[in-house]
């Protein structure tokens, strides 16, 4: 089917039962991914009836893509294409550096998912690694190791000048305490000069 006659959204409580009756067909779970409703698009016919939907997760910088499903795998192909301008959209809105998948479709593939090396794996977020089993798949979006070395430096940069601006604000408010200080003696010992003034001219009582 072509993608023209398709239309992707993301899902809302009225799909919900659609959407059960899809993953239990996957051999998935509806009790645990009901609760992660929010987390799910879905490709629509014409007429409007779900056809497929895949979660996508996101954690920080990383985004995960999960629970594929189909009514009709005959769309399948179709709908990734979509499925997959909806991600990039959603990456680029989200500033996603890495995505992260085990869905195991040649099409991801075609895409650029490849198994992550031993170098990458360890970036994978804690969370995924307790709920997910391995077999995994990742797409670098952003480099994100040049991304966090510009903002180390921009950050390091940032540091040292407020690091100056603390400084200058502190040498100027001890110039600040000096001058107070310096007018505190003076208006002190004029006023003690003052006093002794007076005293030394008071007129004798009569």
Request: hydrophobic residues 40%; negative net charge.
């Given at each position: 089917?072509?993608?023209?006659?398709?239309?992707?959204?993301?899902?809302?409580?009225?799909?919900?039962?659609?959407?059960?009756?899809?993953?239990?067909?996957?051999?998935?779970?509806?009790e645990e991914l009901?609760?992660?409703?929010?987390?799910?698009?879905?490709?629509?016919?014409?007429?409007?009836?779900?056809?497929?939907?895949?979660?996508?997760?996101?954690?920080?910088?990383?985004?995960?893509?999960?629970?594929?499903?189909?009514?009709?795998?005959?769309?399948?192909?179709?709908?990734?294409?979509?499925?997959?301008?909806?991600?990039?959209?959603?990456?680029?809105?989200?500033?996603?550096?890495?995505?992260?998948?085990?869905?195991?479709?040649?099409?991801?593939?075609?895409?650029?998912?490849?198994?992550?090396?031993?170098?990458?794996?360890?970036?994978?977020?804690?969370?995924?690694?307790?709920?997910?089993?391995?077999?995994?798949?990742?797409?670098?979006?952003?480099?994100?190791?040049?991304?966090?070395?510009?903002?180390?430096?921009?950050?390091?940069?940032?540091?040292?000048?407020?690091?100056?601006?603390?400084?200058?604000?502190?040498?100027?408010?001890?110039?600040?305490?000096?001058?107070?200080?310096?007018?505190?003696?003076?208006?002190?010992?004029?006023?003690i000069g003052f006093?002794?003034?007076?005293?030394?001219?008071?007129?004798?009582?009569?």
């Amino acid at each position: 089917m072509s993608p023209s006659v398709l239309r992707v959204r993301r899902a809302t409580v009225d799909d919900l039962e659609t959407l059960k009756s899809l993953w239990a067909s996957m051999r998935l779970s509806p009790e645990e991914l009901e609760s992660r409703l929010t987390e799910f698009q879905v490709v629509e016919n014409s007429e409007g009836e779900v056809l497929g939907a895949i979660g996508i997760l996101v954690s920080k910088q990383h985004a995960l893509l999960h629970s594929e499903g189909y009514s009709d795998f005959g769309v399948a192909d179709a709908a990734r294409q979509l499925f997959w301008e909806r991600i990039q959209t959603l990456a680029a809105n989200h500033g996603i550096f890495r995505i992260w998948t085990q869905e195991r479709s040649p099409f991801w593939k075609s895409f650029g998912f490849v198994p992550p090396n031993q170098e990458i794996l360890p970036r994978l977020p804690e969370e995924w690694k307790n709920d997910f089993d391995g077999g995994w798949l990742t797409l670098q979006l952003k480099n994100e190791d040049v991304i966090n070395a510009a903002f180390e430096k921009h950050f390091a940069g940032f540091r040292e000048s407020e690091k100056l601006e603390t400084e200058r604000v502190s040498e100027k408010a001890r110039t600040i305490n000096l001058i107070i200080t310096i007018l505190g003696f003076t208006i002190g010992f004029a006023s003690i000069g003052f006093a002794i003034y007076l005293f030394m001219h008071r007129k004798p009582l009569s």
